[in-house]
């Protein structure tokens, strides 16, 4: 190896490193798909902060494998959804329906699309005005866990209640 190789070697080298900084994310490699980090999102502490609608009363619920239908759990913590947006009326809901990575993509879009819907008109049903949820659905599109057990499969078979501030969801 010449000496004019060797300097382009060390020279690459040192540019290389020069480019990587390992605290450049702030040392958080997590990707929040469910804006669990709202900005203006007030304190856990504050009934009235969409903080503490997502930490003390729940912003998702889980479902069984191929179903739409919901658990008395789930039920539990969309009583808790409603009345918290009943309280918090300057609040509109955005209810995203998640699938896990089994099926085709058209079926699990669908499937999530039934989660979404059964979580809206659960809502609907204890007293939130339609026309502040809307609902979309990810399908698979957006797992929560990657990985192929059945431990991740529960957690990605889901919706998530995405509150925001005023209409325009």
Same mark, same amino acid.
């Given at each position: 190896? =010449? ?5 382009? #070697?060390? $020279?690459? %080298?040192?540019? &290389? ?5 390992? +605290? ?46 919901? =658990? ?5 913590? #969309?009583? $808790?959804? %409603?009345?918290? &947006? ?5 609040? +509109? ?77």
């Amino acid at each position: 190896m =010449t000496y004019l190789n060797k300097a382009l #070697l060390v $020279g690459a %080298a040192l540019a &290389l490193a020069a480019c990587t900084s390992p +605290d450049r994310f702030d040392g958080d490699s997590a990707v929040d798909l469910n804006n669990s980090g709202m900005a203006g999102a007030g304190s856990a502490s504050d009934p009235s902060s969409p903080a503490y609608f997502q930490q003390a009363i729940g912003d998702r619920v889980l479902f069984p494998v191929d179903q739409h239908t919901l =658990t008395s759990e789930a039920q539990r913590t #969309l009583d $808790g959804q %409603a009345q918290w &947006l009943l309280t918090n009326s300057d609040y +509109d809901a955005l209810i995203e329906g998640h699938a896990d990575e089994q099926g085709t993509r058209e079926y699990n879009l669908a499937l999530g699309a039934r989660r979404a819907n059964s979580v809206h008109e659960y809502l609907v049903s204890k007293g939130i005005a339609a026309n502040r949820l809307k609902v979309v659905s990810y399908g698979k599109e957006r797992p929560i866990e990657i990985c192929s057990t059945e431990s991740c499969y529960a957690k990605n078979r889901r919706a998530v209640t995405v509150i925001s501030i005023g209409a325009g969801v």
